[in-house]
Structures are given as C-alpha cells and as structure tokens.
C-alpha cells in the first residue's frame, strides 16, 4: 500500500434508518482511474462525499498520500489535492466563465490573469472553452469544462467524478475521455463514478462495486464484460429489455407547426415543431441539452400554454388546456427534473401520488382528498416499480435518485395514460433501475400507449424507439425509423450542434 | 466545533418543540434585559406570564386572554394560508381597519332600529367583505401587473388609516358626541353590539369566529385539494404548476381569505371590545398576527397556542408596565425576542447540531 495515493479502510457512515457505508475500503494510485460501480443507493455519492469532506465518516481511516487524511470540509480537501466534479453543475448562467471559476476558487486571481489561465489549462487539455462567454449560453458539454477547468486549475492530485457522461453527447464524451488520459499520464488519479459499463470498460483501470452501503468485489474492468459487472453490481441476472414488434395504431398525439415561447431567457423557443405519434408506439426525441426539450415538455403537459389546434390528442384540440385538464384526457407527462418540478422535495410519496395521480385515481370528490386512495396508490407504486424506501410516508428528497426516478415514472405509467412524454426518464439512473424503466415503457407502448421520450442518452433511444427525430435549437428534425440509423445520420440530425466541430482541436 | 448537518426530513419533534425552546430562550434573555433595566428579573417574568392566569387578579385578566387573543387568531389564520403559498399580505391592518369601518357603517347606518337578527349579520358580512375588497386590490394588481404584494398591501394600512381617521371625524361621527371625534358606542345600541356571550368570561362571537377559523383551516389544509395546492406551490412553485396549480387563482383565494378574516376581527373588536369607530382604534392586531402567524409555524392549532401566548404577553406586558413601571418599549423588545428566538431555533427542524471532532474520522 506504499505507493498508493489514497487509501479507505473500513469506512462507515449510517445515516437514520440507512446504513449508507459499511466497512468500505479500496485504494487509489498516482495515475490509476478508478471506477466505483453501484446500483443507485449502494452509497457511491455518500463514500466521495466523504472523500471530499462533505461528509464525515462515523468510523474507518482514509489516507492521502501516506499521511492521515480526516478533511472537515471541501476547503481542507482541495488543499490536501482532492478535487470534484458535480453531477450537478454549481454555476451562475447569469455570469460569464472566468467569473464562474473565480467563484469557486480560494484566492482567485484578478479576471484577466484568470482568463489567461483558463486558455492555457483549456488549450493543454484540450476542453475549448472561452472565459467571456455567458455561462447561460453553453451547452451541457461546455458548462462540465468550466467545472472540470475549475478543478484543473488547483492542481489536483486526486480527482473525483461524479457521473460526468450523463449529459454529453458522443462526441463531447470523446473530448473528455482524451482529456482524461491526459491527466493520467500527467500522474494525476481519478476516482470515476458512472453507470454506463461500457464507458468503464473504455477508461478506467480498476473497479471497486458497491451494493447496498458494502463493497461486494473489485475487478478489472478491461478484463470483465459488462454484463459480468453490472451482474455483480445488481446481485442478479439482468434482462435486457424486449419486445414484440407490431403495427402502430391511429395518430393520439398529433403537434401541428407548435411554436411556443420559452418562458426562461436562457431556455429556447420551440419553432414550427411537428410530429405524429401513434398508438402503441415510441418516439424517441435526441438532440443536445438545452435545445428545447424542456420547452416541448411543458407544451405537452400543459404547463406552457399553446394554440389550441397545435396540440391534438385523438382529434381533440387540446393546446390551451391546462396539466389537469390533460391529464383528464389521458396525455401524461414526467419531467426531467425529478426534484422541485416532478415531485416536490420535502412532501411525503403519498402526497406527491396525489401531484399528478388526484384526477386519473379519483382521490378528490368535492375538492375534498381522499388520502387513504393517494396511500395506496403511493404503496402500489412502490410496490410494483421496486421503490426502495421505507414507506409512502418518507419525503421525496430523502430517495437517491434512481429510486424518486422510478416513482415518478411508475405513477404516471400506472395511471394507464393514453400518450405519455417522458424527459431523460434514466438521468443518473443505474443500470438495472434504467432497464426497469424502459422495459416498463415498451410495456406500455405494448398496451396502446402512444409513447414520447426525450432523452440525451442515444443508446437509450436506440434501444426503445421506433421513430428518431432530434431537436436542434428548438426545431425538431423529420421523425425516421430508427432501425438502421447510423451514428453519422443521428449526427447529422442533432445537426449544428455547437460543440460537433470542436472535437478535433 | 459546532456543526450543523441536514436532516434527511425535517424532524418532527423539532417542528413542535421549537416553539417551547423559543419561550424558554426568550424568558431567560427577556429576564437579563429587565434586571439591566433594574427590575428583579423573576417578578417580571412571573408578573408577564404568571399572574394573569393564576394571581390575585386572574378573573380579570383571564377573559382578557381571549378578547386580545381571539383577533390575533383570526387575522393569523387567514395570513398563514398565504405564507404557505409564498403569498405575503403584510397589510392585515389595513383590511382589519376598513373591515371594522364598513361593519360600523352598516350598524349606525340602522341606528335605531332594534332588529338584531338582521343587523347583527349584516355587520359580519360587511366587515369580511370590507376585508375581503381591500386585499383585491393588491391581488389585482398583483396579477393583473406583477406588482409586490408585499409593499401595495403594506402601503394600504397608511391609506386605510386615513379613511379611519376621516371617517371618525366625519360621515360616521358621533351626532351627539358634542362634536368629540369618533362614533356612537355600538355597545350602547344593542342590535348591533358584540356581547360578551357568557358573563365575565371574556366570549364574545369574535372568539367563536376565530376557533371556527381554525378547524376550516385545519380542514382545509389537510384536507382539502385547495389546501394541498397551497401548501405545494409554497413547497416548490414549478411543481405546483405540473399539478395544474393556477397560481392568479391562488393569489386571489390567499389574500381574499385573509383579508376577509382580518376584515371580520376589525368588525367583532369595533361591535364589541372597542366599541366604536376613532382615529386610534387600530393597535397593531394586524401586525402582530403575523409573529402569532410563525410562532404557529403556519399551523392553525400552533396558531391558535401562539395567539394565546402573544396576548398573554400584551397583557401580562401591561400588568408589568403598571405594577413594576417597566417602559413599553421593554415589553415591545421581548415581544420581539420571541419571534427573533423562534426563528433562529427553527435551524433545529432542519438540521442536527454537531458539536466536537471526537468522532471517529
């Protein structure tokens, strides 16, 4: 253990009710990219934030280059070496790049001096990015560097990253795996969390796999298969989702020439947006963030208001009416953001059941709330989606991610919608949560469900469609098969995506 | 080292014990303001919270519990609706004030006439609906133009204390006041005064409004689908609006209600403990309510507790004042500690206290 950077013995951390970590240990070396690998839950988020001295450990040792290592808040942490990328990204739309990195740094120098450092760090690693541009005009890709170039910046020995593929296209994955091996062969660790195995497998050296708070094997991701890990990580056999194919139905879902103003200055406008759904199949909608997924979603829910005849369900004019009047129909929506728009944070499950389901599951007569209905409508949701929480009567906030994921999605599927529109319906989900949640959505599409999924993960939409479009800069290209798309096709459909071009400096 | 950490959910003994931690905290720096003042902090405090109750001269101050206590209730009622939704109406004064105005009006309007079966309601609903048009005028232009509510509603208590004044010394003075300013005595004139219900006690049907207040208001937020947008566009707005939450509808409902209430407590106080319309009835009802309102932490049963306290310690304060010769102002600064405590401990629902590094790192 003597040339190793970091070291965990028998790490622990119980929060109530939870026993996050339990007697985790594992080491990194100079240089090594190290993969923690888990199912949403297992505790990966709980063990780096402890690394980062977000979280302090109840019991166990960690020690950073030989020395003991107990950082008390990411300050001391960054001092010792330690860096970390987000999952979710900590910036100021509203402010340009340098000013972004100034925020987050100890001493930041003066702006120009800044800028000048940004370049350099920017041109070696090769991450363009240009320290004047306003933060809210980036694309996800762009908005990772000003994270990662922040961290950069302070040198780090050890640098942690927290799903950081999630939002990026091919592409932009490219540029940040070369950058990366950069930085390993500069010496410098990285510790990697994702779920995407075939990512591990490309990039990382070494894999430590969680399950539930406890470390259940190591590996060699080169010499595994993915199958094989995500086995290990899940504990069981994993199905990859399937079905039979058949003839689509009649047109539910029919958007005619919908334009809609974005209500965000930063968000972008729909323009001239068409499409036909049919009963009983997928359409998957690509494209990069920020190119008006959320926009098309609220115009869908009802949340933005339309033109009347620019939204049709079955025939029936339905853009100006509003979410519950939707729902009335049967046009259900689940948003991307899990937290404060899908499902209110510090609410019980069985009132955020009541958030959407109040009118399909009749728990309302008179305006008065029938809650026994809204508990067992919460209940079967978490029985049936394998939500893992103690009860209906746990807050929102206190699920991981995938498992709040599941329940969203479960309680607008199990509401038998006639269309749904999901947006990134396995956003940081893990594997064996992500396969649930599509094979629940090919269920459903089986039914007769005319299905909408927007999503940023092409390997998802390619796995669940049967029709591709792309929104680019809120226009959303010609639906085609997407059986037998290539990724020079789905390139050329997410077309002028700003970062395609940079790829290559 | 003292730490905070998050809770993973908002502890419920915390959510109810605050309040209680809030009194301690407040007795203890309340009774080191009083004995810098040179006062022996133990009597203070015994004369503020003890002896209106359980001293020599509790049948007095025992019904005064709820003559204070019951406007207090029935304005806090109305505004926690709208502070859980994130809706501000700083201005409860005000419709408390136009409220008492047009219930007066719609009582001396009648004088003589001794129909109180007719009168007596037509008061009440005039003062709610006083209330209620007040208030629209900040929902309107809140809707209508995004204006702040919080500033149009709290500018209106200056307007409103204008038309007070000018209603005193005009249309509704007095005919036989001698030209005093201020109205006829409407406890004087039977038909339209709010008596007290049971001799002594104190009940008149202002109390009965506010612990009706408090039960719809209890139904209404944990039962009602009305109640659940409330407090979901509060919790998280852009959710409220994925549920169908129309939020101009909740701005109207949550300042029409509590005008409407406010409205109604200026109605029963000036038919009943006031008495009349004068350019000094106002004193601050509306303003307190709205610490009664997050003493209760926006809970119509803690805001019934919190109503009561808050006029315990108006009275005890004047017990003090009286006996002791403690300044006003003392007993404003203690009124003011309580909220200043309760806010600053309102930490602990949200988060545990962390004290040392002796853990095991």
New interface residues.
């Given amino acids: 253990m003597g040339d190793s950077l970091l070291t965990v013995e028998g790490l622990r951390k119980a929060y109530p009710g939870v026993v996050a970590n339990d007697d985790v240990s594992f080491s990194v070396k100079p240089g090594e990219v190290h993969a923690l690998l888990g199912e949403n839950g297992a505790g990966k988020s709980t063990l780096v934030k402890m690394i980062y001295g977000l979280v302090r450990p109840d019991a166990g040792r960690m020690t950073f280059e030989g020395v003991p290592y107990e950082p008390s808040s990411p300050h001391e942490a960054r001092g010792t070496g330690v860096a970390m990328v987000f999952q979710h990204f900590s910036l100021f739309e509203a402010l340009n790049v340098a000013e972004n990195v100034a925020l987050g740094m100890e001493n930041p120098p003066k702006q120009r001096q800044l800028s000048r450092q940004i370049r350099e760090v920017s041109e070696t690693y090769g991450l363009p990015l240009d320290p004047d541009r306003l933060v809210g005009d980036l694309s996800a890709g762009e908005r990772q560097r000003v994270e990662i170039i922040r961290c950069l910046l302070q040198d780090p020995k050890l640098l942690i990253m927290d799903e950081p593929t999630s939002v990026l296209t091919p592409q932009e994955v490219e540029i940040l795996f070369e950058t990366l091996n950069k930085l390993r062969a500069e010496g410098t660790a990285l510790l990697y969390i994702s779920h995407k195995l075939e990512e591990i497998r490309a990039l990382c050296d070494s894999a430590t796999i969680l399950r539930l708070g406890k470390v259940v094997g190591t590996c060699d991701p080169r010499a595994s298969s993915a199958r094989q890990m995500a086995e290990m990580m899940v504990g069981q056999e994993l199905h990859t989702p399937s079905r039979e194919m058949k003839e689509p139905g009649e047109i539910v879902l029919d958007l005619a020439a919908l334009s809609v103003k974005s209500a965000n200055p930063f968000g972008t406008s729909l323009k001239n947006v068409t499409l036909q759904v049919r009963a009983g199949e997928v359409l998957g909608i690509g494209g990069v963030a920020g190119n008006g997924q959320d926009e098309l979603l609220a115009a869908l829910s009802g949340e933005t208001p339309a033109p009347s005849d620019a939204v049709k369900l079955n025939g029936q004019e339905i853009g100006h009416l509003g979410p519950n009047a939707r729902r009335a129909l049967g046009l259900l929506a689940a948003p991307e953001e899990r937290l404060g728009h899908a499902a209110a944070p510090d609410m019980s499950l069985t009132e955020n059941a009541l958030l959407t389901g109040a009118i399909r599951e009749d728990m309302v007569s008179n305006g008065f709330l029938n809650w026994g209905k809204a508990r067992s409508f919460a209940e079967s949701i978490i029985r049936e989606f394998d939500v893992r929480t103690p009860g209906p009567g746990n807050a929102a906030r206190a699920l991981s991610g995938g498992n709040l994921q599941k329940f969203v999605i479960g309680r607008e599927i199990l509401q038998r919608p006639v269309a749904l529109v999901v947006n990134q319906p396995t956003w940081g989900v893990d594997a064996s949560a992500a396969a649930q949640i599509r094979q629940a959505l090919l269920d459903l599409a089986a039914a007769g469900c005319a299905v909408i999924c927007i999503s940023q993960d092409l390997d998802e939409l390619m796995e669940i469609s049967d029709r591709f479009a792309a929104l680019n800069e809120g226009r959303l290209s010609a639906p085609k098969p997407a059986k037998g798309l290539t990724v020079d096709e789905i390139g050329l459909m997410m077309g002028g995506a700003h970062d395609l071009e940079v790829a290559h400096v | 080292?003292i730490r905070l950490e998050k809770r993973?959910?908002?502890s419920q003994f915390w959510t109810a014990f605050t309040p209680v931690l809030a009194v301690m905290l407040t007795m203890v720096a309340g009774g080191i303001l009083f004995a810098i003042l040179g006062k022996d902090p133990f009597v203070a405090i015994k004369t503020i919270f003890w002896d209106p109750i359980l001293g020599d001269f509790a049948f007095y101050y025992r019904s005064q519990l709820l003559v204070k206590g019951a406007p207090l209730i029935l304005i806090a009622i109305g505004l926690s609706l709208g502070f859980r939704a994130g809706i501000w109406n700083i201005g409860a004064e005000g419709q408390y004030i136009i409220g008492a105005i047009c219930g007066a009006a719609v009582g001396l309007a009648f004088y003589p006439m001794e129909a109180r079966w007719l009168i007596f309601p037509l008061m009440i609903l005039a003062g709610a609906l006083g209330g209620f048009l007040w208030a629209m005028i900040p929902a309107i232009l809140k809707t209508r133009f995004n204006t702040n509510e919080i500033l149009v509603s709290l500018l209106l208590v200056y307007v409103a204390e204008q038309i007070l004044a000018s209603m005193a010394l005009g249309p509704l003075r007095n005919p036989e006041g001698s030209g005093f300013p201020g109205s006829r005595n409407l406890r004087q004139y039977e038909a339209a005064s709010n008596q007290e219900l049971i001799a002594n006690s104190g009940v008149h049907w202002g109390v009965i409004a506010a612990f009706i207040a408090v039960i719809l208001a209890y139904v209404l937020l944990n039962?009602?689908?009305?109640g659940?947008q409330i407090?979901?566009t509060g919790?998280?707005p852009?959710?409220?609006?994925?549920?169908?939450v129309?939020p101009n509808l909740l701005v109207v409902f949550c300042l029409g209600a509590s005008g409407a209430l406010a409205g109604l407590a200026g109605m029963f106080e000036v038919a009943g403990p006031a008495g009349q319309i004068s350019i000094d009835f106002n004193v601050g009802y509306g303003f307190t309510a709205i610490i009664v309102a997050f003493l209760g932490r926006l809970h119509p049963v803690g805001i019934l507790l919190a109503g009561l306290l808050m006029a315990l310690t108006y009275i005890g304060g004047e017990a003090a004042q009286a006996t002791l010769g403690l300044p006003a102002a003392a007993i404003q600064a203690f009124q003011g500690m309580l909220l200043f405590f309760l806010l600053a401990v309102d930490v602990l629902s949200n988060y545990r206290v962390?004290i040392g590094?002796t853990?095991?790192?």
């Fill in positions: 080292m993973p959910q908002p039962r009602h689908m009305l659940f407090r979901l919790q998280s852009r959710a409220a609006r994925f549920a169908g129309r962390r590094t853990e095991a790192a």
